[in-house]
């Protein structure tokens, strides 16, 4: 990144610092979604650094980033069933997650099943008595029956999206959200 290009994006990078943080090679490791480039010399005679890059499947993926202050982050944040997920994954003697991504669903609250389904929670930490992680989900639809989705025209939307999306014709699409919440008894 040049000086000129770090200065255009300075403002988009500190927030991501502040709220995000920048995820270790570990994280990246592995994860079917991104894909490890070699340092190599362009034509031109710039020498790239090796990194880290979204995978090249002929699509671009869009997304949204919450502050941690949002109704939605908040709304995540205190919900009962993603807290009892997230602490099923600590171990209290060791004090630590017994992994760095956890995975999570929503059943029992039909908002959040509706409009996050599924995710996975990343760099999961405890600091100063409270939980801290990153929600990270991408939507992909699914389709849903009049039992699974009984509103009509909610389901037709869904099954739309999830036509749209299986002829790629749907552009992909992932969320970010910080989740935080006070700890008790832990």
Do not use: C
Not at 31 to 45: K, L, Q, S
Not at 51 to 58: A, E, L, T, V
Not at 138 to 164: G, H, M, V
Request: proline share 4%; glycine share 8%.
């Amino acid at each position: 990144m040049s000086v000129d290009e770090f200065m255009e994006n300075e403002k988009a990078i500190d927030y991501q610092m502040a709220n995000l943080g920048i995820p270790r090679e570990s994280e990246l490791t592995g994860n079917p979604d991104v894909v490890y480039v070699h340092a190599y010399t362009r034509d031109d005679g710039t020498e790239v650094k090796a990194h880290y890059r979204s995978k090249p499947d002929g699509g671009s993926w869009h997304g949204v980033i919450y502050d941690k202050n949002s109704g939605f982050s908040k709304r995540l944040s205190n919900s009962p069933e993603l807290r009892t997920q997230i602490m099923s994954k600590y171990d209290k003697k060791s004090k630590k997650f017994t992994t760095n991504q956890i995975g999570i669903g929503f059943s029992e609250d039909k908002n959040l099943n509706y409009s996050i389904g599924h995710g996975t929670i990343l760099k999961p930490r405890i600091e100063n008595g409270e939980f801290r992680g990153i929600l990270f989900d991408k939507y992909d639809y699914k389709w849903l029956s009049k039992e699974e989705l009984p509103n009509l025209e909610t389901r037709k939307l869904n099954n739309s999206a999830y036509t749209l999306q299986t002829i790629k014709q749907l552009t992909n699409y992932y969320v970010i959200i910080p989740v935080q919440f006070k700890l008790r008894g832990y």
